[in-house]
């Protein structure tokens, strides 16, 4: 993620043309190699997650241990949009878009003054919070249960509609989202706004003595990526068609950290891509032989943090850029 | 141009400065000195906002900043550097310079924009490092710099910001005595142009350069005055606080 600013910064450099590519063909290749469709739409979905996960970690170096928070929060802020306002699918993932930025923005009030242990640990204290509050509040969320029968409202673009009912239109619809969601983020951490961001994370107190607010850009950050967490979970309501409160727990939160360490999220832009994909496929592959595989997908994360903590992306040199 | 006046400053039990009053004149280069302990860094504490002082009042340009954060003392063109080497250590030397240039800064909350585009700060940014000698280090991340580069950078990174007063903390700390010739070539060219104000310890360093002086003891002002008028203080002397040659 670090390279020199003086030299022109892609609009879809060579590793994101081999992610979109990987992508939009999937469908017709994922069930000759033994997996499903279904698959590449919940990889996608969480690759959104770990990227906007990743603008903190990795970008600004600000560890969020409660972000599965706003994944829910999204997950039923598109569930609840489409059952009391309308069941139009832009409103609901902009209800969940905007529920998950809320959320951020609020937590983020109490955590921007803070960094490493100290910020770690509240914020898995606050996702705590929503976990509880989507446990306890039985009235709007249904408790354990959750909230179950979301429909996947049509993609209407107003001279054409799309139904979403078939999971390949599912599958389309996610790809759109989830290449425009990779470009805007690469994008931005390649702005002005993403490297005054990674200047914080290297020096704190000198950004503030070249004249930077830092609260001020931590909490937007913060706000961001709880926002991309936000609307990450609109697209699981969508999928998934239920939003329930274990997508905030803890092991949720810890996932997508596990994730983006193992694929080098640190060292990388595409870290988090990396540790999505490997998840999953260790989910399906190794859980195939054996109810055992988040033991050994643990001792895999173990096992890199201890020898190789840049990650995957670290091991295959799949750098963002060259370094300088 | 830049005067704090009676300032008070403690840290628990401890009194860390007291009564301390200080005059920076536009155009000159002003020293502080002092033995370890004396107050010199709370001071530029004070002064640059990393500390609010108890009470005192900090003016620049006849505008009172006491207790301003460091980021709106920055903005008013105050710019300092650290003792304790402060860089963006995995950012290449250019990148350190430009991220402190206040074309980056006003763009800092540019999310779309490719800042590699922005040809003014980039242009801003090269004549820095070549101004503080790494023109030919632009590339080299700053945590693989020599000592002496880097102790050159952390000044380019204060001075990007374009500032009319500059506070260096020990600029020549753990320098040789080559890096520190480079150093003071460095800042006899810097103060044809800007305001400086220098804390130093090698007082050879600073009564070759300073054009006023100021003696930290104790947390107090215990001498002030022109280095011709310090060597023949008394309290200089008395004190023992360095071998002036």
Redesign the interface.
Known sequence: M?G??????PLAPAPMLALFAVFATLPWWIEAVGLYPYLGVEIMIWIVFALGFNLLLGTSGLPSFGHGAYFGVGAYGFGLAQFHLHPNLWLCLGVALAAGALAGALVGCFVSHRRGIYFALLTIAFGQIFWFVAVKWHSVTHGEDGLLNIRRPDADFGFVAWSLQSNEALYAFCFAVFAFVVL?LW??V???????L??IR??E??????????WL?KW?AFTLSAAIAGLAGGLFALAQQSAYPNVMSLSQSGLVVMMTLIGGGLVSFWGPVLGTVVFFLARDLLGAYTEAWLLWYGLLFMLIVLFKPEGLAGLLHVRSKP?? | MFEASRLHKRFGAQVVLEDVSLRFEAGRLSGIMGPNGAGKTTCFNLL?G?HAPDRGRVTFEGRDITGL???AI??LGI??S?QIM???????A??NV???T?G??T????????????RGP?EEAHEVLARVGLGGK????ARDLSYGDRRALEIG?AL??KPRLLFLDEPTAGLGAQGTARIAGLIGELKRSITLVMIEHDMKFLFGLADHIYVMHWGQVIAEGTPAMLRANPWVQRSNLGQLG
């Open positions: 670090i020199a600013a003086d030299r022109r910064v805007l994008r931005l390649h702005s002005p706004y993403g490297r005054v990674a200047a290297q020096n107190t000198r950004a503030r003595f070249v004249g930077y607010h830092v850009f937007s370094a300088a | 640059t990393r954060p460091p980021r920055a903005r710019s300092r650290f402060n860089l963006f250590d995995e950012y290449s250019l990148d430009l991220v402190a206040p980056v800064r763009r800092g909350f540019s999310m779309l924009t490719d800042l590699s585009r922005a980039l632009a590339a080299t991340r990174v990007a910001a």
